[in-house]
Protein backbone atom coordinates (compact mmCIF):
# COMPACT_ATOMS: atom_id res chain seq x y z
CA UNK A 1 0.00 0.00 0.00
CA UNK A 2 2.81 2.26 1.15
CA UNK A 3 4.43 1.71 -2.15
CA UNK A 4 0.82 2.48 -4.19
CA UNK A 5 1.18 6.12 -3.12
CA UNK A 6 4.80 6.34 -2.44
CA UNK A 7 6.64 4.52 -5.39
CA UNK A 8 10.31 3.65 -5.25
CA UNK A 9 12.30 6.78 -4.10
CA UNK A 10 14.40 8.60 -7.16
CA UNK A 11 17.43 7.55 -5.49
CA UNK A 12 18.52 6.40 -2.15
CA UNK A 13 19.12 9.61 -0.78
CA UNK A 14 16.74 10.52 1.99
CA UNK A 15 16.79 14.11 1.05
CA UNK A 16 15.57 13.56 -2.34
CA UNK A 17 12.78 11.93 -1.02
CA UNK A 18 11.78 15.33 1.64
CA UNK A 19 10.87 17.15 -1.13
CA UNK A 20 8.10 15.30 -1.25
CA UNK A 21 7.05 16.32 2.23
CA UNK A 22 7.50 20.08 1.10
CA UNK A 23 4.88 19.99 -1.17
CA UNK A 24 2.88 18.49 1.55
CA UNK A 25 3.65 21.83 3.61
CA UNK A 26 2.90 24.02 0.56
CA UNK A 27 -0.95 22.54 0.46
CA UNK A 28 -1.19 21.95 3.93
CA UNK A 29 -0.50 25.68 4.65
CA UNK A 30 -3.29 26.46 1.49
CA UNK A 31 -5.82 23.64 3.46
CA UNK A 32 -5.08 25.95 6.70
CA UNK A 33 -5.90 29.36 5.24
CA UNK A 34 -9.12 28.56 3.96
CA UNK A 35 -9.80 26.75 7.00
CA UNK A 36 -9.03 29.40 9.03
CA UNK A 37 -11.01 31.48 6.01
CA UNK A 38 -13.89 29.83 6.47
CA UNK A 39 -14.28 30.08 10.40
CA UNK A 40 -12.98 26.57 11.08
CA UNK A 41 -9.99 28.09 12.93
CA UNK A 42 -9.02 30.97 15.42
CA UNK A 43 -9.70 34.05 14.18
CA UNK A 44 -7.09 35.18 12.35
CA UNK A 45 -5.15 32.08 12.41
CA UNK A 46 -3.90 31.21 8.85
CA UNK A 47 -5.62 33.81 7.19
CA UNK A 48 -3.72 35.07 4.33
CA UNK A 49 -1.32 32.14 4.24
CA UNK A 50 -2.89 30.43 1.23
CA UNK A 51 -0.86 32.10 -1.23
CA UNK A 52 2.82 30.95 0.01
CA UNK A 53 1.73 27.80 0.02
CA UNK A 54 1.19 28.20 -4.01
CA UNK A 55 4.41 30.02 -4.26
CA UNK A 56 6.27 27.17 -2.53
CA UNK A 57 4.42 24.64 -5.38
CA UNK A 58 5.94 26.90 -7.83
CA UNK A 59 9.47 27.01 -6.36
CA UNK A 60 9.76 23.39 -5.87
CA UNK A 61 7.95 22.27 -9.59
CA UNK A 62 10.55 24.73 -10.86
CA UNK A 63 13.39 23.44 -8.77
CA UNK A 64 12.47 19.51 -10.16
CA UNK A 65 12.15 20.39 -13.22
CA UNK A 66 15.52 22.85 -13.84
CA UNK A 67 17.46 20.59 -12.24
CA UNK A 68 16.40 17.49 -14.51
CA UNK A 69 17.02 19.72 -17.99
CA UNK A 70 20.10 20.91 -16.13
CA UNK A 71 21.81 17.47 -15.67
CA UNK A 72 22.24 17.13 -19.42
CA UNK A 73 24.81 18.35 -21.87
CA UNK A 74 23.99 20.67 -24.52
CA UNK A 75 24.16 17.97 -27.00
CA UNK A 76 21.58 15.95 -25.43
CA UNK A 77 19.53 18.77 -25.14
CA UNK A 78 18.78 18.71 -29.23
CA UNK A 79 17.21 15.25 -28.92
CA UNK A 80 13.59 16.17 -30.07
CA UNK A 81 12.44 12.73 -28.11
CA UNK A 82 13.63 14.47 -24.64
CA UNK A 83 11.40 17.37 -25.31
CA UNK A 84 8.29 15.07 -26.73
CA UNK A 85 8.75 13.50 -24.30
CA UNK A 86 9.14 16.50 -21.08
CA UNK A 87 5.95 17.80 -22.97
CA UNK A 88 3.73 14.71 -22.81
CA UNK A 89 4.35 14.02 -19.01
CA UNK A 90 3.80 18.24 -18.35
CA UNK A 91 0.07 17.88 -20.15
CA UNK A 92 -0.82 14.33 -18.34
CA UNK A 93 0.83 15.95 -14.57
CA UNK A 94 -1.90 18.68 -14.96
CA UNK A 95 -4.40 17.73 -17.81
CA UNK A 96 -6.52 14.62 -16.76
CA UNK A 97 -7.22 15.61 -13.17
CA UNK A 98 -7.82 19.54 -14.45
CA UNK A 99 -10.59 18.60 -17.42
CA UNK A 100 -12.58 16.15 -14.50
CA UNK A 101 -12.83 19.46 -12.41
CA UNK A 102 -13.22 21.52 -14.93
CA UNK A 103 -15.97 19.21 -16.62
CA UNK A 104 -17.71 18.26 -13.39
CA UNK A 105 -18.25 22.15 -12.32
CA UNK A 106 -19.66 22.23 -16.06
CA UNK A 107 -22.28 19.54 -15.53
CA UNK A 108 -23.13 20.69 -12.12
CA UNK A 109 -23.77 24.34 -13.13
CA UNK A 110 -25.52 23.33 -16.24
CA UNK A 111 -28.02 20.96 -13.91
CA UNK A 112 -28.45 24.13 -11.35
CA UNK A 113 -26.52 22.68 -8.25
CA UNK A 114 -25.67 26.46 -6.93
CA UNK A 115 -23.76 24.00 -3.97
CA UNK A 116 -21.17 23.08 -5.98
CA UNK A 117 -17.87 25.35 -5.02
CA UNK A 118 -16.53 26.02 -9.38
CA UNK A 119 -19.68 27.42 -10.44
CA UNK A 120 -18.63 27.45 -14.54
CA UNK A 121 -20.98 27.94 -17.57
CA UNK A 122 -20.33 26.97 -21.39
CA UNK A 123 -17.89 30.60 -21.41
CA UNK A 124 -16.46 29.85 -18.30
CA UNK A 125 -15.52 26.24 -19.11
CA UNK A 126 -13.61 27.79 -22.27
CA UNK A 127 -11.89 30.34 -21.08
CA UNK A 128 -10.31 27.89 -18.33
CA UNK A 129 -9.73 25.17 -20.96
CA UNK A 130 -7.37 27.60 -22.94
CA UNK A 131 -5.66 28.72 -19.89
CA UNK A 132 -7.46 32.21 -19.49
CA UNK A 133 -8.98 32.12 -16.25
CA UNK A 134 -8.57 30.87 -13.02
CA UNK A 135 -11.59 30.89 -10.50
CA UNK A 136 -10.34 30.60 -6.91
CA UNK A 137 -7.93 27.91 -6.32
CA UNK A 138 -7.57 27.36 -10.01
CA UNK A 139 -5.74 30.35 -11.00
CA UNK A 140 -2.58 28.59 -10.17
CA UNK A 141 -2.96 25.98 -13.08
CA UNK A 142 -3.33 28.53 -16.24
CA UNK A 143 0.23 30.24 -14.75
CA UNK A 144 2.47 26.74 -13.96
CA UNK A 145 1.06 25.63 -17.25
CA UNK A 146 2.76 28.19 -19.07
CA UNK A 147 5.81 28.65 -16.92
CA UNK A 148 6.16 24.93 -18.61
CA UNK A 149 6.36 26.08 -21.84
CA UNK A 150 9.20 29.04 -20.85
CA UNK A 151 11.37 26.82 -18.63
CA UNK A 152 13.08 24.81 -21.95
CA UNK A 153 14.54 28.27 -23.01
CA UNK A 154 15.60 29.47 -19.83
CA UNK A 155 17.88 26.02 -19.47
CA UNK A 156 19.21 26.10 -22.44
CA UNK A 157 20.45 29.08 -22.32
CA UNK A 158 22.23 28.16 -18.67
CA UNK A 159 23.40 25.03 -20.50
CA UNK A 160 24.83 26.71 -23.19
CA UNK A 161 26.44 29.66 -20.68
CA UNK A 162 27.85 26.87 -18.37
CA UNK A 163 30.20 26.30 -21.34
CA UNK A 164 32.09 29.56 -21.23
CA UNK A 165 34.91 30.27 -18.57
CA UNK A 166 33.25 31.37 -15.63
CA UNK A 167 30.24 29.69 -16.85
CA UNK A 168 28.33 29.77 -13.45
CA UNK A 169 28.20 32.78 -12.67
CA UNK A 170 27.22 34.30 -16.56
CA UNK A 171 23.96 31.82 -15.24
CA UNK A 172 23.41 33.67 -12.56
CA UNK A 173 23.45 37.02 -14.18
CA UNK A 174 21.34 35.85 -16.46
CA UNK A 175 18.49 34.52 -14.03
CA UNK A 176 19.32 37.72 -12.01
CA UNK A 177 18.75 39.92 -15.01
CA UNK A 178 15.44 38.17 -15.96
CA UNK A 179 14.14 38.15 -12.67
CA UNK A 180 14.64 42.11 -12.60
CA UNK A 181 13.09 42.50 -15.98
CA UNK A 182 9.86 40.55 -14.74
CA UNK A 183 9.63 42.94 -11.76
CA UNK A 184 9.90 46.07 -14.22
CA UNK A 185 7.92 44.58 -16.65
CA UNK A 186 5.07 42.81 -14.55
CA UNK A 187 5.56 45.05 -11.07
CA UNK A 188 3.86 43.09 -7.75
CA UNK A 189 2.18 46.06 -6.59
CA UNK A 190 0.31 45.69 -10.09
CA UNK A 191 -0.65 42.34 -9.56
CA UNK A 192 -4.55 41.27 -10.16
CA UNK A 193 -5.58 39.19 -7.28
CA UNK A 194 -5.60 35.69 -8.49
CA UNK A 195 -3.89 36.54 -12.09
CA UNK A 196 -3.31 33.79 -14.52
CA UNK A 197 -0.22 36.13 -16.49
CA UNK A 198 2.68 34.34 -15.40
CA UNK A 199 4.84 37.57 -15.44
CA UNK A 200 4.14 38.37 -11.87
CA UNK A 201 5.17 35.13 -10.52
CA UNK A 202 8.24 34.93 -12.81
CA UNK A 203 10.37 35.62 -9.61
CA UNK A 204 9.05 33.07 -7.57
CA UNK A 205 9.84 30.26 -10.45
CA UNK A 206 13.20 32.19 -11.36
CA UNK A 207 13.98 31.34 -7.73
CA UNK A 208 13.29 27.32 -8.09
CA UNK A 209 15.09 27.65 -11.13
CA UNK A 210 18.24 29.49 -8.99
CA UNK A 211 18.25 26.96 -6.76
CA UNK A 212 19.01 24.00 -9.25
CA UNK A 213 21.38 26.42 -10.98
CA UNK A 214 23.05 26.49 -7.61
CA UNK A 215 23.52 23.35 -6.90
CA UNK A 216 24.66 22.38 -10.47
CA UNK A 217 27.17 25.19 -10.37
CA UNK A 218 28.45 25.17 -6.94
CA UNK A 219 27.76 21.65 -5.68
CA UNK A 220 30.56 21.93 -2.78
CA UNK A 221 28.13 24.24 -0.85
CA UNK A 222 26.21 20.84 0.09
CA UNK A 223 29.10 19.95 2.40
CA UNK A 224 27.72 22.78 4.64
CA UNK A 225 25.49 20.90 6.20
CA UNK A 226 25.44 22.52 9.94
CA UNK A 227 24.97 26.06 7.91
CA UNK A 228 22.15 25.00 5.88
CA UNK A 229 20.38 23.08 9.17
CA UNK A 230 20.56 26.41 11.24
CA UNK A 231 19.42 28.11 8.00
CA UNK A 232 16.52 25.90 7.54
CA UNK A 233 15.81 27.17 10.59
CA UNK A 234 15.76 30.94 10.41
CA UNK A 235 14.09 30.66 7.21
CA UNK A 236 11.19 28.49 8.85
CA UNK A 237 11.03 31.20 12.09
CA UNK A 238 10.91 33.93 9.48
CA UNK A 239 8.12 32.28 6.81
CA UNK A 240 6.18 31.67 9.90
CA UNK A 241 6.83 35.71 11.25
CA UNK A 242 5.51 36.52 7.91
CA UNK A 243 1.82 35.21 8.75
CA UNK A 244 -0.51 38.15 8.49
CA UNK A 245 -1.59 37.43 12.53
CA UNK A 246 1.84 36.60 13.56
CA UNK A 247 2.80 39.86 11.79
CA UNK A 248 0.13 41.77 13.25
CA UNK A 249 1.30 40.66 16.55
CA UNK A 250 4.65 41.01 16.18
CA UNK A 251 5.22 44.28 14.42
CA UNK A 252 1.81 45.85 16.47
CA UNK A 253 0.41 47.06 12.63
CA UNK A 254 -2.85 46.80 11.55
CA UNK A 255 -4.21 43.51 10.12
CA UNK A 256 -4.02 43.06 6.68
CA UNK A 257 -4.92 39.56 5.35
CA UNK A 258 -3.70 40.00 2.07
CA UNK A 259 -0.42 41.55 3.71
CA UNK A 260 1.81 38.75 1.82
CA UNK A 261 0.15 38.01 -1.56
CA UNK A 262 2.56 39.83 -3.68
CA UNK A 263 5.67 38.93 -2.19
CA UNK A 264 6.73 37.20 -5.04
CA UNK A 265 10.35 37.22 -4.72
CA UNK A 266 10.72 37.00 -0.96
CA UNK A 267 8.71 34.17 -1.36
CA UNK A 268 10.37 32.90 -4.01
CA UNK A 269 13.81 33.19 -2.20
CA UNK A 270 13.01 32.06 1.40
CA UNK A 271 11.03 29.02 -0.36
CA UNK A 272 14.57 28.37 -2.82
CA UNK A 273 16.44 28.66 0.64
CA UNK A 274 14.72 26.47 2.69
CA UNK A 275 14.63 23.53 -0.38
CA UNK A 276 18.53 23.83 -0.34
CA UNK A 277 18.53 23.72 3.68
CA UNK A 278 16.52 20.47 3.50
CA UNK A 279 18.02 18.78 0.82
CA UNK A 280 21.45 19.71 1.92
CA UNK A 281 21.17 20.36 5.61
CA UNK A 282 19.66 16.91 6.92
CA UNK A 283 19.04 16.08 10.66
CA UNK A 284 15.57 16.72 12.00
CA UNK A 285 14.25 18.87 9.22
CA UNK A 286 15.21 16.60 6.42
CA UNK A 287 14.07 13.45 8.27
CA UNK A 288 10.52 15.22 8.87
CA UNK A 289 9.75 16.34 5.52
CA UNK A 290 10.99 12.74 4.24
CA UNK A 291 8.89 10.52 6.42
CA UNK A 292 5.83 9.06 5.29
CA UNK A 293 2.80 10.89 6.53
CA UNK A 294 4.47 13.83 5.25
CA UNK A 295 5.51 12.27 1.64
CA UNK A 296 1.81 10.86 1.71
CA UNK A 297 0.35 14.26 1.24
CA UNK A 298 2.93 15.62 -0.45
CA UNK A 299 1.80 12.72 -3.34
CA UNK A 300 -1.62 13.81 -3.50
CA UNK A 301 -1.20 17.45 -3.13
CA UNK A 302 -2.48 18.17 -6.31
CA UNK A 303 -5.78 16.27 -5.79
CA UNK A 304 -5.96 17.62 -2.48
CA UNK A 305 -5.72 21.75 -3.66
CA UNK A 306 -8.38 20.76 -6.34
CA UNK A 307 -10.60 19.27 -3.91
CA UNK A 308 -10.49 20.65 -1.03
CA UNK A 309 -12.59 23.40 -1.19
CA UNK A 310 -15.58 21.31 -2.59
CA UNK A 311 -15.17 19.12 0.63
CA UNK A 312 -14.79 22.38 2.84
CA UNK A 313 -18.10 23.41 1.30
CA UNK A 314 -20.21 20.27 1.75
CA UNK A 315 -18.66 20.13 5.22
CA UNK A 316 -20.31 23.79 5.70
CA UNK A 317 -23.81 22.26 4.34
CA UNK A 318 -24.15 19.42 6.75
CA UNK A 319 -23.11 21.65 9.50
CA UNK A 320 -19.56 19.50 10.50
CA UNK A 321 -18.44 22.81 12.07
CA UNK A 322 -20.72 22.82 14.90
CA UNK A 323 -18.87 19.86 16.19
CA UNK A 324 -15.76 21.27 16.96
CA UNK A 325 -12.80 19.49 17.09
CA UNK A 326 -14.29 16.60 16.01
CA UNK A 327 -16.07 18.54 13.09
CA UNK A 328 -12.34 19.66 11.96
CA UNK A 329 -10.50 16.39 12.60
CA UNK A 330 -13.74 15.35 10.23
CA UNK A 331 -13.39 17.34 7.43
CA UNK A 332 -9.32 16.69 7.45
CA UNK A 333 -10.00 13.60 7.20
CA UNK A 334 -12.39 13.76 4.26
CA UNK A 335 -10.01 16.02 2.50
CA UNK A 336 -7.19 13.34 3.24
CA UNK A 337 -9.61 10.26 1.63
CA UNK A 338 -11.05 12.33 -1.39
CA UNK A 339 -7.52 13.51 -2.63
CA UNK A 340 -6.04 9.57 -1.80
CA UNK A 341 -9.05 8.21 -4.43
CA UNK A 342 -8.56 11.04 -6.94
CA UNK A 343 -4.62 10.58 -6.96
CA UNK A 344 -5.62 6.81 -7.44
CA UNK A 345 -8.04 7.10 -9.78
CA UNK A 346 -7.09 10.06 -12.17
CA UNK A 347 -2.97 10.77 -11.36
CA UNK A 348 -1.44 7.78 -10.68
CA UNK A 349 -2.10 5.79 -13.67
CA UNK A 350 -0.20 8.77 -15.83
CA UNK A 351 2.34 8.97 -13.63
CA UNK A 352 4.97 6.67 -15.38
CA UNK A 353 3.49 7.50 -18.34
CA UNK A 354 6.84 7.69 -20.99
CA UNK A 355 7.52 8.40 -24.39
CA UNK A 356 9.04 5.17 -26.02
CA UNK A 357 12.14 6.54 -28.27
CA UNK A 358 12.83 8.40 -24.99
CA UNK A 359 12.26 5.41 -22.68
CA UNK A 360 14.57 3.34 -24.87
CA UNK A 361 17.16 5.69 -25.42
CA UNK A 362 17.45 6.54 -21.38
CA UNK A 363 17.73 2.16 -21.30
Not at 218 to 234: D, I
Not at 327 to 350: D, K, T
Request: aromatic share 14%; hydrophobic share 55%.
Amino acid sequence: MRALFLGQPRTRAEHVQALDGLRGLAVLIVIASHLSNAGWLPQPGMSGTGKSGVYLFFVLSAYLLAHAMLARPLAGMADPAYWIDYALRRVLRIWPLYLVILLLSFGLTSLGVSGWHYQMDGAAFWRHLVLREGQDVLWSIPVEFTFYLWLPFICLALVALRGLPGGRWWGLGLLTCLLMLSRWRWPAAEAPVNSVQLGYYMPVFLAGVGAAWVGHAWPLWRQQMRVWRVTGWLLLAALAVATPAIWTAVLRTAYAPDLNHRWFTAFGLGWALLLLSVLWGGGVLSRFFASSPMRLVGVVSFSAYLWHMPVLQLADALGLRAHGVIGLLGVLGAMLAVAIVSFLLFERPWRDVRYLRSERRNA
